[in-house]
Every structure is written in C-alpha cells, then in structure tokens.
Antibody
Framework: QVQLQESGPGLVKPSETLSLTCTVSAYSISSGYYWGWIRQPPGKGLEWIGSIHHSGSTFYNPSFKSRVTISVDTSRNQFSLKLSSVTAADTAVYYC???????????WGQGTLVTVSS | QSVLTQPPSVSGAPGQRVTISCTGSSSNIGAGYDVHWYQQLPGTAPKLLIYGNRDRPSGVPDRFSASKSGTSASLVISGLQAEDEADYYCQSYDSSLSGLYVFGTGTKVTVL
C-alpha cells in the first residue's frame, strides 16, 4: 500500500527557511491525486498547510500567505515543502499525506519534528 | 485557526458509548461539505477513521460510526475499548478565505 516518509533538518534557525521532502512509495505520484502537508505544534491540534497535484497545481492555507511553497518532483516520486521566515511558532511535527481528492487525507507519513531555535 | 469546535475531552468506561461532537458553520459543514474523522494514538500520526461523513475505511471496526446534520457532525464509539484511548479530530472544507481544509480542535478520549 501507499507509504509516505518525511525527511529534512530537525532544527532550523529563526528567519531561515524550513525545507522538507516527502518520499512516496508503492504509488506513482504521476498517476494522480493531490499530496498535502499538515503540521501539529507540540501538544496542539492539526493545521493544513497546503496541497499539490502531480501536475504542479497548488493551493495553500491563506494563513501562511506568501511564506509557503510546495513543489513536486515526479521523477523522484517526491514532493516538498518550503516555509520561509520561520519563527518559534513554526515548531511542529510536519506530516505529509495523500490528499484523496475528495478532501480527506489518507495515508499519512509518520511525521518529522522541526524545531525552530537559534 | 480551528473553525471546527470539539469538546476537549470525553471519557467512558470500557463497553460504554461515547459521542464526540464537531461544530462548524455555514461556510464548512453547514455548506454541505463532507466531514472526515481521524484517530491519533499517542506518539503516532493521525489515521483516517471515517470519510465522507459516515464511511469507514477497510479495517476500521464497526463500533466507530459518524453522522452529520446541519452545521455539526458527530463521531460515536460504541463499546469503548482500552485501545480507543486517543485524540480524535474532525476535518472538513471551508469555503471562506478562498477555501481551505480545516481541522477540529481535537478531543481526547480517555477510557476509565
């Protein structure tokens, strides 16, 4: 079955750019669906960041304004998240997930903790 | 910026029935958008529990059921078991602010 795995630095300095990659296995991103990023600050709830279609079409949570960029690399079967100008408030577990196309997310990656600190 | 409100916690003894509410508004649940539910066991990623208001993915026990009415939705766990102790989140689509996916505030289920 489809599996997703996040990877990237676990520590990012304030004002820098957070970069994460999600590698998809057992399914070709090129085959369809949207692919999304969701985050969860420690001890808090879930927040959708944005989603991307294999064609490159994206839509983002307006709360992140112009700070977020999601891209896809179909040759590597990966999609990526970049979040710029991070602050301590961006410290969270970041999850990637398959967006069903009917608004639900399944499955999810195991998540990766990113801490923003100097 | 959760726009779907859930009770912070619910509890019940093994075998009991518990209900988790998810209250939205006219721009999300009330607009007819589907509600989905996730279970997050301690230290793990969320797992899809219910999709499309009431459908269970393969492998989800039938003691989990859900419904939607007006601007709210509910998740029911019938015959509560120890392994059901987890956080539960509802999720829907919101047509305000140019459209986005929104999650509920989350509910911690404790098995007494």
């Amino acid at each position: 079955q489809v599996q997703l795995q996040e990877s990237g630095p676990g520590l990012v300095k304030p004002s820098e750019t957070l970069s994460l990659t999600c590698t998809v296995s057992a399914y070709s991103i090129s085959s369809g669906y949207y692919w999304g990023w969701i985050r969860q600050p420690p001890g808090k709830g879930l927040e959708w960041i944005g989603s991307i279609h294999h064609s490159g079409s994206t839509f983002y949570n307006p709360s992140f304004k112009s700070r977020v960029t999601i891209s896809v690399d179909t040759s590597r079967n990966q999609f990526s998240l970049k979040l710029s100008s991070v602050t301590a408030a961006d410290t969270a577990v970041y999850y990637c997930a398959k967006d069903s196309g009917s608004d639900w997310f399944d499955p999810w990656g195991q998540g990766t903790l990113v801490t923003v600190s100097s | 910026q959760s726009v779907l409100t859930q009770p912070p916690s619910v509890s019940g003894a093994p075998g009991q029935r518990v209900t988790i509410s998810c209250t939205g508004s006219s721009s999300n649940i009330g607009a007819g958008y589907d509600v989905h539910w996730y279970q997050q066991l301690p230290g793990t990623a969320p797992k899809l529990l219910i999709y499309g208001n009431r459908d269970r993915p393969s492998g989800v026990p039938d003691r989990f059921s859900a419904s939607k009415s007006g601007t709210s939705a509910s998740l029911v766990i019938s015959g509560l078991q120890a392994e059901d102790e987890a956080d539960y989140y509802c999720q829907s689509y919101d047509s305000s602010l140019s459209g986005l996916y929104v999650f509920g505030t989350g509910t911690k289920v404790t098995v007494l």
